[in-house]
């Protein structure tokens, strides 16, 4: 079997894939799925599968729901798609992504919950994150896959360099030499207060789930560590 490539240290670039042999132009290097995804709410038009993120449905009827000439439930009916099995809205383009899914959807679905129920705190936990950062939900997506595939905190998430994000999007005291700090430590405490929020809202939402331990999981800290993750931890490819 060819080896492509290998990860190595640097201590400019920091953690990298390097070549590992001559790769012809157009060459297939690897293919992987993402840990997590997340279709921005300013998008939800855009009918895609809630798993694999592929689009379902015509151009056509995409643009038919973006303009607001039919509804986003109207568009997916039409777009033949598989349903969330309580359907709380989410879509999905077959039934293998819908099961493949559901071990860690069920965690985070809405669709059993009444009407009436506003306080809930699964819903309360969802208003928090569209209200302030639609990025608490892809933390939600990440906690909940690790819920229902426990390994995959060891083998996947803790790979990534996890840095709270309050430190990752705060200034340094070594950084902040002659400029005022207090917009920054004003930063600081918003991320802090905003984590911890989340926190409460999806323990408490976890908590109603039968046999899901959640308490040492789900803490305003690795929320944080989560979202730093995503920070600093977008691939770039480069030439040599």
């Not at 190595?8 to 894939?17: E, I, N, P, S, T």
């Not at 902040?176 to 905003?194: F, K």
């Not at 803490?219 to 989560?226: D, G, N, R």
Request: proline share 4%; with cysteine; glycine share 4%.
């Amino acid at each position: 079997m060819k080896v492509n490539y290998r990860r190595q240290d640097d201590k400019v670039r920091g953690r990298q894939l390097v070549a590992a042999r001559c790769i012809s132009q157009n060459e297939l290097i690897f293919c992987e799925r993402p840990l997590c995804s997340l279709q921005s709410l300013d998008n939800l038009g855009v009918l895609v599968c809630r798993s694999c993120r592929s689009f379902v449905g015509t151009p056509a009827l995409h643009l038919k729901s973006l303009s607001g000439e039919i509804e986003r439930q109207q568009a997916a009916e039409n777009a033949f798609v598989v349903p969330c099995r309580h359907a709380c809205g989410e879509i999905f383009c077959s039934k293998d992504c819908e099961e493949q899914s559901w071990p860690s959807h069920s965690l985070l679905c809405t669709g059993l919950i009444q009407e009436d129920d506003k306080e809930h705190p699964l819903l309360q936990w969802k208003l928090h994150a569209v209200e302030n950062n639609e990025i608490f939900l892809l933390v939600g997506d990440v906690i909940s896959s690790v819920l229902a595939n426990p390994p995959l905190l060891e083998e996947k998430v803790k790979d990534f360099t996890m840095v709270p994000w309050w430190d990752v999007v705060t200034l340094s005291s070594s950084q902040t030499n002659g400029i005022d700090c207090s917009e920054s430590a004003e930063l600081e405490a918003s991320c802090e207060r905003l984590c911890a929020e989340s926190a409460d809202l999806l323990r408490q939402a976890l908590s109603l789930k039968k046999d899901v331990v959640s308490e040492d999981l789900v803490t305003p800290l690795f929320v944080s560590q989560i979202i730093g993750s995503f920070e600093q931890n977008s691939m770039g490819i480069r030439s040599r």
